[in-house]
C-alpha cells in the first residue's frame, strides 16, 4: 500500500512509484488510481501476470483488458496500422477517458486480447497512473479494479474492500475525478464504432472525426431485459431498481416498497434530501458530471445487512448521461419502473 496523494514534485523519481513499478515489473498485481476509476495493473506482456488479474477478479476470460500506456508514440509498438481517425481521436483526447481499439501485432499476451485480433489502449489522465506505467517501463493491462459484478472502485478504499488479499498492492493517489470509465471505440474497421458509452461523448468524437456509430446493444430498448442476465455488472449489494418518472412518481414507488415490508435505501438528488429510508445517499447536487462521480461510491454504501432494495431516479441519457444510464441500468440489471 502506497501513497502519494500528497507528493507533488517528481513522483516518478519516488520510492513509493518506483517500488510499485518494480513489483509490476516482476509480474505483480498492482491496483493504482486513473481520472476514471482505479485499476487492476500487470505486465501486459506476460501471459502468468495477466492470467493472475482474471483470477484476482473473478473474471470470464473471454472479456479483453484495456492495455495503458504513457506516452502516445507506444501506440505504434503494439498495433499494426494506426487510421487517420484513430490518430485524431488521440491526438485530441489522450491522455484521457477513451480507449481506441485497433489492431494489434501480436507483440502483447494474447490473454490480455482474450485471443481477439484487436487491442484496446488507453492513455490515463492521472499523473499516478502515467508515472507508474512510465516507472514499470511496460505496457500496462489494467481493468476497473473491482471484483467481477461489483461497482467499479473509485478510491483506494473501495479497491482495498474487493482485492485485499488478492494482490501485491494499492497506489493511493485519493478519490478519482471522473468516476465512469472510459469510452471504448473500435477503430479498426471502416466505420468508427462506440462499445462502450464513458467519459468522452459521442458528439464530442463527432466533432473531431465526423459520423460515429453506436453498438447496437447499447441502444436497444432497456427495460425489456431480463433480471437474470447471464454476467452481472456494477451490482450493489442490494438489488437496485431505477425509477424514470417525476417526484411523485418517485415517491410512490418507494411507498410500495417500504409497504411491502422492505427496508429500502435510496439515491437521491439534493430536491428529495429530506426523503426517509433506512439508508440514504444524498448527491452532491444535479449535475450529471457529479452523478457520474459519485455513482459508484453512492452503489457501494448499501450494505445487505441494512437495506433489502435501493432505488434512484433515472437520469436523460444523453451526453455523459448515456454513460450513466449503461452502467445504471446494469447494476439494476434491467429493473426500471416507468411512470
Ligand atoms: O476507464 C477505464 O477504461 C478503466 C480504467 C482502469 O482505465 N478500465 C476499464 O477496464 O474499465 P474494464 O476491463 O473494466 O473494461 C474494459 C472494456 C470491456 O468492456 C472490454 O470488453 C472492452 O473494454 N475491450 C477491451 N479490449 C477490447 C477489444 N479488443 N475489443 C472489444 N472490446 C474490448
Ligand atoms: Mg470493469
New binding site residues.
Given amino acids: 500500500y502506497w501513497s502519494v496523494d500528497n507528493i507533488v514534485d517528481n513522483l516518478i523519481e519516488s520510492k513509493e512509484i518506483q517500488e510499485a513499478a518494480a513489483f509490476l515489473r516482476e509480474g505483480k498485481l498492482v491496483a493504482f488510481p ?1 481520472e ?4 487492476l495493473g500487470a505486465s501486459a506482456r506476460s501471459d502468468e501476470a495477466v492470467t493472475s488479474i482474471f483470477t484476482a477478479k473473478g473474471r470470464p476470460a473471454d ?4 492495455v ?1 500506456i504513457s506516452q502516445q508514440k507506444d501506440v505504434y509498438n503494439f498495433t499494426k496500422s494506426v487510421p487517420e481517425k484513430a490518430e485524431k481521436l488521440m491526438e485530441k483526447f489522450w491522455p484521457g ?1 477513451l ?1 481506441i ?1 485497433l489492431a494489434h501485432n501480436g507483440r502483447l499476451s494474447t490473454k490480455v ?1 482474450a485471443g ?1 485480433s ?3 489502449l ?1 492513455m ?1 489522465d492521472h499523473p499516478v497512473a502515467l508515472a507508474l506505467i512510465e516507472a514499470s517501463g511496460e505496457p500496462i493491462a ?3 479494479a473491482n471484483r467481477s459484478g461489483r461497482p ?1 472502485p473509485t478510491t483506494a478504499a473501495h479497491t482495498a474492500e474487493d482485492l485485499q488479499g488478492r494482490i501485491a498492492g494499492i497506489v493511493d493517489g485519493g478519490a478519482t475525478g471522473l468516476g465512469v ?2 469510452t ?1 471505440i ?1 477503430c479498426s474497421g471502416e466505420l468508427p464504432i462506440i ?2 458509452p ?1 467519459g468522452v461523448t459521442q458528439s464530442q468524437l463527432e466533432a473531431v472525426i465526423g459520423r460515429v456509430e453506436v453498438d447496437q446493444s447499447l441502444t436497444e430498448e432497456a427495460a425489456p431485459r431480463s433480471p437474470g442476465m447471464k454476467y452481472k455488472h456494477y451490482a450493489p449489494e442490494a438489488p437496485l431498481t431505477l425509477v424514470d418518472g417525476d417526484e411523485d412518481f418517485f415517491r410512490s414507488c418507494v411507498r410500495k416498497h417500504k409497504e411491502n415490508g422492505e427496508k429500502v435505501g435510496l439515491i437521491l438528488f439534493p430536491a428529495l434530501a429530506s426523503m426517509e429510508a433506512d439508508a440514504v445517499y444524498i448527491l452532491s447536487d444535479n449535475r450529471i458530471e457529479t452523478t457520474a462521480r459519485e455513482l459508484y461510491s453512492a452503489l457501494r454504501t448499501f450494505k445487505k445487512s441494512e437495506v433489502d432494495h435501493i432505488l434512484m431516479q433515472a437520469v436523460p441519457a444523453d451526453e455523459l448521461g448515456f454513460a450513466v444510464m449503461n452502467r445504471l441500468v446494469k447494476a439494476a440489471g434491467g429493473r426500471i419502473l416507468t411512470q
Avoid: K, M, Q, W
Wanted: glycine share 10%.
Fill in positions: 486513473t476514471t476509476v482505479y485499476g472479456n479483453p483488458l484495456i495503458h477517458a480507449t481499439i486480447t481477439l484487436t487491442v484496446g488507453r490515463p489494467a481493468p476497473s467499479s470509465e472510459s471504448v473500435d462499445l462502450r464513458g
